[in-house]
């Protein structure tokens, strides 16, 4: 198995979803993507929904410095202390766990923990984790700042890459997405524009 | 195409069920007429698909139909969003319960619960229900798309008078003689066809090919041909067995009332003919035409109560008999003995019409050759029951134009009237066949055991033909759907449920090897016999 990419650390967590920092700047997992944190024995899943760079304190905003520097990559250059004043973090949705050796696409019994390291899934672990796909039904029915059509083309679209036959997998979600949208036609109409290749 | 098509989603007894089509299965491999088996919880039903549709999940799909140009939108929405639906009628139970392993298929008394998987027909589920072809069984034909033979019971069959319907060139003639070729193989019944157009004896015609043999060439040992028109027989090439000639004492006052509509008799004419048969007894229709116009004519219509105009009318309807070829004053031979005798030898005679295919001669000929058979036979069947001996080889009279006999204003004077409704207990049946099945009475067409039709497309027809058939309106949409040569549907009394034949082949080398096996070697061989004989 190759090795763990830890991404960041749990700073907020509640039943459906948990945020964490990343340890480097900008370094946030992509929308979409499938993360973990450990609570031992409880391994969550969760799908980053969003992602913001913003200042260490709220109400102080970064003012603009770039007037006498040649680049955008100067500007941090002539003041490094940018990098510690600056935090990235990410919010993740908490789609499904494992305990022992089983896979559960439905919400944890506890949220993570403060602190849990935030790893990115591997290839394999995805590849497992959307052999069933029952977890779009939790993105389709929350409400997030992020609108639903966006937020499961891109985790369709994410999740595809680690498939040999991406137009295989993505027919089969497209198909469960049919299911579960059978009312909405137009957002279904809308998720399937977006991962069509 | 897989074999599992969908699962049941609603349905009733009545009505039959509805199946939703799986994805993998496309509504463009269905067919109508086609079998299917749903796998019920306790038992397993045997149905046929009667109507296929296409359904959407959302109505918005209808309004702002998706751009299905784009592969990977129509793949996805296919199956899902929008799908198919077939509509099945169950027919029969197989298997399952204790007394369907034992009884073989019953009628359906309930319907399959929810959810229940729907699977084509395999072919041991249709063998399980028509039956191998065996003893009594006939291979009449194949479901649609399938290789499995469908076999009709012609022990059956015969015990019951039967119809064979369809527009003109559906193939009625050609079903006729594949059905006539089984019952002298199988059924143990005896055939009197009334071939009115040289179909049956010798060759038959097919469109744009050389004609085909028929029954006496392919069974010369158990057809005997005989013909009214015995020139025309011999110009065509055919070696008749008889020649039948009709003697004006054999005429009856019931032959002419058939005839008051070809002849145009007025209603006091046919009354006026049983008068004088009373007058002048067995000889009246040559009496009747040798009456000239006297003073002591007048006397004798005055004494007889029969108006002038009257008499004029039977005399010229009567003169049109006398010019029939076939009739003559005395017949040398009684040709419904000779008939008679054919038949108790387990022959089956063919009638030729030749050249005299007018409704005149048929409809005389037929109605009364029929009739003194029918006599016979009664008289046999009563005689065999009151001392217990053996009864009548059983008799299946063919006759073609059958709305001719059996319309509702003459059916209850024809004898085939007689024998659709009750001839049934005296060992005759019927086999009718007609292209306007809704000319023919209503009180007959109940009467028919099963009913063998291929396409129709009247409505009045149709309708007359499914009459009282359960899943009629199901029945109807098979029925108009079938292919116009070689495809028939076949419900009634010799099939366990109605079913969409693709009749078998007729006219190959190969396909009268099949229907007679072993006959032409047997011919061959005892030609060679013969031949060694003759140098011995």
């Given amino acids: 198995m190759t090795e763990e990419q830890r991404v960041g650390e749990v700073i907020e967590a509640s039943t459906t979803d948990f945020v964490a920092q990343c340890y480097e700047l900008y370094q946030s997992p992509p929308l979409g993507s499938l993360v973990k944190t450990r609570d031992e024995p409880v391994e969550l899943y969760g799908i980053v929904y969003h992602a913001a760079t913003a200042g260490f304190e709220t109400g102080r905003r970064p003012i603009a410095r770039g007037k006498d520097e040649a680049t955008e990559e100067a500007i941090y250059q002539s003041s490094p202390q940018l990098l510690k004043l600056l935090r990235s973090e990410f919010g993740a949705l908490v789609v499904g766990h494992r305990q022992g050796d089983k896979l559960y696409h439905y919400l944890p019994p506890k949220p993570a923990r403060i602190h849990g390291f935030v790893y990115l899934c591997q290839p394999d672990e995805v590849k497992e984790f959307s052999q069933s796909l029952a977890f779009l039904n939790i993105l389709i029915n929350t409400h997030l700042p992020v609108s639903t059509e966006e937020l499961i083309s891109a985790c369709l679209r994410q999740m595809s890459q680690v498939y040999e036959d991406r137009h295989a997998f993505l027919v089969a979600a497209g198909k469960e997405l049919a299911i579960f949208l059978s009312g909405q036609f137009n957002q279904l109409k809308a998720i399937l524009e977006r991962i069509k290749q | ?140 034909g194949n479901p649609l798309d399938m290789e499995t033979k469908i076999c009709l019971n012609l022990t059956e069959l015969v015990k019951r008078s039967n119809g064979i319907f369809g527009k003109s060139g559906t193939g009625k003639t050609f079903l006729t003689r594949i059905l006539l070729i089984g019952m002298l193989q199988k059924s143990q019944a005896v055939n009197l066809i009334f071939d009115m157009h040289n179909e049956y004896g010798w060759a038959g015609t097919r469109e744009g090919a050389p004609p085909v043999k028929a029954l006496k060439q392919l069974f010369p040992s158990s057809v005997a041909v005989f013909a009214l028109d015995e020139e025309n027989s011999r110009r065509r090439g055919v070696s008749t067995d008889f020649v039948v000639r009709i003697g004006y004492d054999e005429i009856e006052p019931e032959d002419m009332v058939l ?17 004088m048969r009373r007058k002048f007894g067995k000889n009246w229709l040559q009496r009747t035409l040798d009456i000239k116009d006297a003073e002591e004519t007048r006397d004798l219509l005055k004494d007889m109560n029969i108006h002038e105009s009257t008499f004029q009318n039977l005399q010229r309807g009567l003169a049109t008999i006398r010019r029939l070829p076939f009739i003559e004053p005395h017949a040398p031979v009684n040709a419904v003995i000779s008939i008679l005798e054919h038949l108790d030898r387990g022959m089956n005679v063919v009638l030729e019409f030749g050249r005299y295919r007018d409704v005149t001669s048929y409809v005389l000929v037929a109605n009364m050759l029929a009739r003194r058979i029918y006599a016979q036979y009664q008289e046999r069947m009563e005689k065999a029951m009151g001392e217990d001996t053996a009864k009548p080889t059983p008799l299946v009279i063919t006759i073609e134009e059958a709305h001719k006999f059996l319309n509702p204003e003459v059916a209850s004077n024809t004898i085939f009237g007689t024998i659709a409704r009750e001839m049934r207990k005296y060992n005759v049946t019927l086999l009718v066949i007609d292209q306007r099945p809704s000319g023919i009475d209503g009180e007959v067409m109940s009467q028919l055991g099963t009913k063998i039709t291929c396409l129709l497309d009247n409505e009045r027809d149709i309708d007359s033909v499914l009459a009282g058939a359960s899943g009629k309106s199901e029945l109807k949409t098979v029925l108009s759907k079938l292919e116009s040569k070689q495809q028939t549907l076949i419900f009634g009394h010799a099939v366990p449920m109605p079913v969409v034949v693709r009749t078998r082949e007729y006219g190959s080398a190969e396909s009268y090897r099949d229907f007679a096996p072993g006959q032409e070697t047997d011919i061959g061989k005892r030609a060679e016999k013969d031949i060694e004989e003759l140098w011995e």
């Avoid at chain 2, 509509?87 to 319907?111: F, S, W, Y």
């Avoid at chain 2, 039956?131 to 009449?140: A, P, S, T």
């Fill in chain 2, 259 to 275: 005839l008051r509509q070809t002849l145009n008799l007025t209603e006091p004419a046919v009354e006026a003919v049983y008068q």
């Fill in chain 2, 1 to 140: 195409m897989s074999e599992h098509l969908g699962i049941v989603v609603s349905g009733s007894l009545s009505k039959g069920v509805e199946v939703r089509l799986d994805s993998s299965a496309s509504v463009e491999d269905m067919a109508g007429g086609r079998y299917v088996t749903i796998e019920g919880k306790k038992q397993r039903f045997f149905g046929m698909i009667t109507d296929v549709n296409l359904e959407v999940i959302d109505p918005k799909l209808t309004l702002t139909p998706p751009d299905m140009a784009d592969p990977f939108i129509a793949e996805v929405l296919d199956g899902t969003s929008t799908y198919g639906t077939l509509h099945i009628l169950p027919m029969l139970t197989i298997g399952g319960e204790a007394t369907g392993l034992i009884e073989g298929p019953q009628p359906v008394k309930t319907v399959p619960s929810h959810f229940s998987t729907v699977n084509l027909a395999s072919d041991s589920d249709i063998e399980l229900v028509f039956g191998k072809e065996d003893k009594g069984r006939f291979w009449i």
